[in-house]
């Protein structure tokens, strides 16, 4: 888990892990405005849902 999201005993559901993802995926303009805290965040996202999603 992200260091900074681990503070907050955050954890999404599967639904929300997919929703996150595609939020993060637009907003950083496909991953071409992304810090590499985004890639971490992302790492943990997809482990949650558990499965590899298009969107």
Known sequence: MPRYLG???FEPSIE???LLIGGILSDSGRLSRARPETFEVLA???KLAGRIIEI
């Open 16 to 18: 929300s892990a997919t």
């Open 44 to 46: 943990w996202l997809l």
């Open 7 to 9: 503070n907050w005993g």
